[in-house]
Structure formats: structure tokens, C-alpha cells
């Protein structure tokens, strides 16, 4: 039963990640940031609190009074105030919600999870009691209701001496001090919640607890609207003598209220204690028996081992031990994580369909941030031992040149600002932060020797945030936060075969890289590169790989043109440049291919090479993407790696 309501709601949260990756993108999806969200509504909630709180009095009468003077006098501030106050705490109970209800779908709360399950489950019942002890301090008719309802509802526990409704039998039964304690409350109840949140975060590796700044706008401005529309009021003054007969309800906070006085105490105390032991016991219900509770994962060829908990993910278990796996999204949709799964079995997890193809499965691929193990496995994963020794870090970075080196390139070069450098393997790339908390992947072009600085060739997407801001406004001097280095398309040393290299477009940047590094190292090894274009404009550098070419004798270049026109002149390859690959080796099986570009180019290449003899483990590929997002398919399984620009 749990796992068919389980595969209904992952069937349910899927088709409402794809319709919203449509909308915002993967980068900006609030569905994978429903845990940030749930810290950026609580600090909304302190922000707003702490104003009100300033200008509250606590009282039989000032409570009522001061809350009316701060709603209303002056309304543009201090009733916003009061509204963001209630909207956020509405927020923070429907994020938290469903947050809960996604790691259920997504079957993210068994085994070593079940300590973040519980202080979850603790962290939404002091919300709660927060909530309703907060509208009790405004003293209106509502407040009047929620509280005789929440006496009647604990005088059905057998626990106190005297009934607690009889402080609520008649005006002037309720005293000043009371009001005191309810703020005392409602002061404390949000600092022990905050500290079991702080805990909950703590256990998660990579846990985020911040949405990106766009969503942090785009989610305050709704509330500030829906204040300005809806404003959060009172419902008249608390009056003992007599019972309100309308009330407006608050249903995030007071669902079971009603129930009170339709149903009994005793059985909304069996639902709600009911709800609460079933989500207790959740995590030892309905659980795969299979497997031990830990497994071992090997890489290969580096030998770095790890050890994952049974429900853990390849990409958890990594980044609990200190292994920087790169990944963007987390949540199988972006496919930076991808990797291969050389032994072993593993359940695929839950991920948007076109980020992992059933080929790329067959393969042996694996999305590392969904899959996660059902035996020991071996991966492939050759950046293990290098990234190590440069992990990833978040630095500023100041323009210091900008040359357009076409109608659609820019090549940008930044320097550290102070006195921190970012090391990188050849062939790595940097994530460029945006404003509004969104990401932007360039390869890094220049080779690790020159560590003191960045190149980044930027090539024009139209509509693209990032690069129209390159293009139209960004000036030498500016500062870039960057976070890096990224990635596992790195030259491998350790073998003796020649190397053809495969580029296309501002692929070329990361061969650059690598052949310049290979250059310094004094690689021997015969080095060939296809550069593959549509107009001769777009060999941006082409003078550089010409030099390569003229200063050593192991490095030839092809440039393969693939829409030759008269007035172009060419007198070089034409074609796909997969195509003159093809056709000037014979077989493959004694070399490795570098690829660099676009996905389609990438892929176009696999099989043919294949076919040819070249081992799969020796095809090495960085494909990028534009992020101009549409909404992908959902696909959902139980049984190389993209940068992104724009």
C-alpha cells in the first residue's frame, strides 16, 4: 500500500517539476527548494515578529488595542508587517509540508534518514504550536474560539487537576499575566524550532538553506502583494460574555478546529495522534529488505573508496566523506552528476526523463545524485584523486580584459580578487552566480600553470541572461562570484595512446586548456585536433592551434567546415566533423577522443567510434548546454556531464 501511494505521488510531484522546469527552469524550480524555502519563510517570520513584537503590548486590553495600532497606524508598514507575519508563517507550513510529503514520494526517509525525518516531524509540531499560540496574543474573536476549543480539546487528557476551559468561562477570567506568558511562548517555542532545523540541516550533506535570490524576490514581493490585496485583520474584540457565530479560519493552522465541535476531543486527538505515530513509524514500514545496511563503492581506476548507507545516493555518500562528485540540481535534472556504474546494481531513482536516456542506462550511466546502490559497486570516476587535492570553493573574480575574438565570442580573463587562487585541472569548468541566485558554467581555457587567472570564452546566446550582460553591459573592472572548479574531463596521463581531439564551437576552450597543459608537461604523445565550424569566423583562435601546430611536431590541426559557401574560399575539410574523423582512421581501438561540444556533436561521434573499435572507457566527453529550459518529460526508474551557458 505504501508503495502505491508512493508511486502516485512521485508520479503526481513529476509532472509538477516538468511543467514548473518549463516555467522557471531546473535552476529556479521552488519544488527543489522546498527545504530553503522553508528557512527563508521562518526568516521572514523573525524579521516581521520582531517588529511587531516591538510595538505589542501584552494585556487583557493592550493586547487587542496595540495589535489594531499596529495594523492600522501606520497600515503601509506595520499592517505589512502584521500580513508578511501571517502569509509567512502560512508559507513556512506549506513548504515544510511539502517537503515532508516529497522525500515520502521520493522514498527519502528510511534507514540513516530517519533522524532528519523525526526533527522534521518535531520542527512542524513546534510550528504549529508556535502559530496557534500567536493568535491567541491578538485577543480577537478568533483568538476567543482557539483558545476555549484548545482548552476543551487538553481537558479531554486525563492530566490536570481543574479543567482548563474555566479560565475561559466569563470576561475577566483571563488576566494580564497570562498575556505574558503567551508572549514568553511565543518568543521560545521559534528558538527551539529554530535549533531542531539547524540540527535537521546539519545531517543532510550539501543541504541547501537558502533558495536562490531570484526565488527570495519573486516569493517576498507575493506576500507583500497579497498583504496589500488580502491584508491579515482582526475580528473584533474579544469579548467572554458572548460567542462569535463567524469566523474567518486560518486552515494552514486551525484544519482540525472545527472537528472539535462536529466530531469530539477524544477523536480528533485519535486523528492528529493517529497521523503523528503513522509518520513516527514510517520509516520502518514497507522498506526494501535487500542488501546490507551499508555498501562499498569503489573508483576506478584511482581506488578511492567510500561507504554508502543503504538509501543513500552515490552523490550523498561522496559528499559525506569529503568526495566533491561535481552537480548542480540534486534532484535528476540538470545531469551534471552523471557517471558510469562499471559493477554493480543500483536503483536509478526518480529523474526527469531526457536528462538519463535508456541507452545511456544500457551503458552503464547513472544519474549519482538519484541512484543509489543495492550491492558494492565500482564507478568510473577518474577526477576522484584530483579533486581532492582542489576542492570546490566559492571566490570573487574582477575583469581584467575583455576581446572580442568574433560577431559572438568574447574572451574574458579575471584575476583573483586578494590573494587566494582557484587551482583546476586542465579541462575543468566554473559555475558564474547570478543576481538572482542562478548559475552559469564556462569551461576554463587556460591551463593549470597559469593559476593566477581565468580565461573564459562567453559566446553569445540570444536571450541569454549571462552572456547579453557580456556582451551589452559588463566593463573591465567588474566583479564575478565564481564557484569552482568543476568536472572530470581532464587529459589522462597515465596512458601512452595518441589523442584525437574532437571541438566544436567554444568547446574549443576547454582543448585549449588541455593541449596548452600538455604542452608544459611535455607531453610526447601524437596530439591531433578537429575543430568543427560553420563559418571560418567561428575558428575565433585559429591562429593559435596554426602556432601549436608550426612549435611541435607531436600536434597537428584540422579545421572541418560544415557550411562552406563561395564567398568563404575554403579550401580546408568540409563536413561534420565526425565525418573526417571517420574517414581518416580506420579503426580506432589504439586511441583515446577527447570530445568537446555540443551534446549533439558528442553523441553523434559515440557510436561511429565505436563501431571503429575505440573502447567506451576511452571516449572522453564534455557536452554543453544552452539553459534555455523547456519542460522535459518525467520519468521515473526503479531498477557525461553538461556545462551549462547562457
Known amino acids: 500500500m505504501i508503495k502505491l501511494i508512493q508511486r502516485v505521488a512521485q508520479s503526481i510531484f513529476l509532472r509538477l517539476e516538468s511543467a514548473l522546469n518549463g516555467i522557471f527552469g531546473p535552476t529556479l524550480n521552488p519544488l527543489y527548494y522546498l527545504g530553503a524555502i522553508t528557512y527563508w519563510m521562518f526568516w521572514i517570520i523573525v524579521v516581521s515578529g520582531f517588529y511587531i513584537y516591538a510595538f505589542y503590548q501584552t494585556g487583557v486590553e493592550e493586547a487587542f488595542l496595540s495589535v489594531e495600532h499596529i495594523t492600522h497606524q501606520p497600515w503601509y508598514l506595520g499592517g505589512i508587517m502584521r500580513s508578511l507575519h501571517r502569509y509567512a ?48 496574543l ?68 550539501g543541504a541547501k538553506t537558502s533558495p536562490p535570490r531570484a526565488l527570495k524576490i519573486g516569493l517576498t514581493l507575493s506576500m507583500v502583494v497579497l498583504a496589500l490585496i488580502k491584508p491579515a485583520l482582526s475580528q473584533g474584540q474579544a469579548d467572554l460574555n458572548s460567542s462569535p457565530s463567524i469566523l474567518n479560519l486560518d486552515w494552514f493552522y486551525l484544519l482540525t478546529y472545527p472537528l472539535l465541535y462536529s466530531w469530539s476531543p477524544g477523536k480528533v486527538w485519535a486523528l492528529t495522534g493517529g497521523i503523528t505515530v503513522f509518520a513516527l513509524l514510517l520509516p520502518f514500514l514497507g522498506g526494501n529488505k535487500r542488501g546490507k545496511d551499508e555498501y562499498e563503492i569503489a ?209 574549443f576552450g576547454s582543448i585549449k586548456s588541455i593541449v596548452e597543459h600538455a ?6 604523445r601524437s596530439m591531433v585536433l578537429y575543430w568543427g565550424a560553420r563559418t571560418p569566423a567561428d575558428f575565433y583562435l585559429g591562429d593559435l592551434p596554426e602556432k601549436w601546430q608550426q612549435e611541435h611536431d607531436n600536434f597537428k590541426f584540422i579545421p572541418v567546415l560544415s557550411e562552406p559557401k563561395p564567398e568563404y574560399d575554403w579550401h580546408g575539410r568540409t563536413g561534420l566533423v565526425t565525418e573526417a574523423i571517420l574517414q581518416d582512421y580506420k579503426k580506432l581501438d589504439g586511441y583515446q577522443i577527447y570530445a568537446c561540444g555540443s551534446p549533439e556533436m558528442v553523441e553523434a561521434g559515440r557510436a561511429p567510434f565505436m563501431a571503429k573499435g575505440l573502447p567506451k572507457d576511452q571516449y572522453f566527453a564534455d557536452g554543453f548546454f544552452v539553459a534555455c529550459h523547456k519542460p522535459p518529460v518525467a520519468e521515473t526508474s526503479v531498477s557525461s556531464e553538461g556545462v551549462t551557458h547562457g
Open 89 to 136: 508563517s502560512d508559507g513556512m507550513i506549506l513548504a515544510a509540508v511539502l517537503h515532508m510529503v516529497r522525500n515520502f514520494a521520493f522514498d527519502r526517509y528510511r534507514n540513516f534518514r530517519w533522524f532528519s525525518w523525526y526533527t522534521g516531524i518535531a520542527v512542524l509540531l513546534l510550528v504549529y504550536m508556535a502559530g496557534i499560540n500567536g493568535y491567541w
Open 138 to 205: 491578538v485577543w480577537d474573536k478568533l483568538a476567543q474560539f482557539i483558545a476555549i476549543a484548545t482548552a476543551e480539546w487538553l481537558d479531554y487528557l486525563p492530566i490536570f487537576i481543574a479543567p482548563l476551559a474555566r479560565n475561559f468561562l466569563e470576561q475577566g477570567s483571563v488576566n494580564d499575566r497570562f498575556f505574558s506568558l503567551l508572549s514568553f511562548a511565543h518568543l521560545g517555542i521559534p528558538l527551539i524550532a529554530f535549533a531542531l532545523i539547524w540540527i535537521h540541516t546539519q545531517r543532510v550533506p
Open 299 to 507: 573508483s576506478v581506476p584511482c581506488g578511492h573508496m567510500v561507504t554508502a548507507r543503504r538509501g543513500e545516493t552515490i552523490l550523498e555518500a561522496s559528499l559525506r566523506q569529503g568526495l566533491n562528485l561535481p552537480y548542480l540540481c540534486r534532484d535528476g535534472a540538470c545531469g551534471v552528476c552523471k557517471g558510469k556504474i562499471l559493477r554493480g546494481t543500483v536503483d536509478y531513482g526518480i529523474y526527469q526523463k531526457g536528462v538519463l536516456t535508456d541507452a545511456e542506462k544500457e551503458e552503464g550511466l547513472a544519474l549519482f545524485c538519484c541512484a543509489k546502490p543495492l550491492s558494492d559497486l565500482a564507478i568510473e570516476c577518474h577526477e576522484v584523486d584530483e579533486l581532492r587535492r582542489f576542492p570546490v570553493k566559492t571566490m570573487s573574480f574582477s575583469v581584467q580584459k575583455m576581446v572580442r575574438a568574433a560577431q559572438d565570442v568574447m574572451l574574458l580573463e579575471l584575476r583573483p580578487e586578494g590573494d587566494e587562487q582557484m587551482s583546476f585541472i586542465a579541462g575543468q569548468y566554473v559555475a558564474v552566480q547570478l543576481d538572482d541566485g542562478t548559475k552559469r558554467s564556462y569551461s576554463i581555457a587556460n591551463a593549470p600553470h597559469e593559476s593566477d587567472r581565468l580565461h573564459l570564452h562567453i559566446r553569445l546566446v540570444k536571450g541569454g541572461k549571462f552572456t547579453s550582460h557580456v556582451f551589452d553591459g559588463m566593463k573591465v573592472g567588474d566583479v564575478l562570484q565564481l564557484e569552482g572548479p568543476f568536472g572530470s574531463f581532464f587529459l589522462h596521463e597515465d596512458s601512452d595512446k595518441p589523442i584525437i581531439f574532437m571541438s566544436g564551437g567554444c568547446g
Open 519 to 524: 604542452f608544459k608537461v611535455g607531453l610526447n
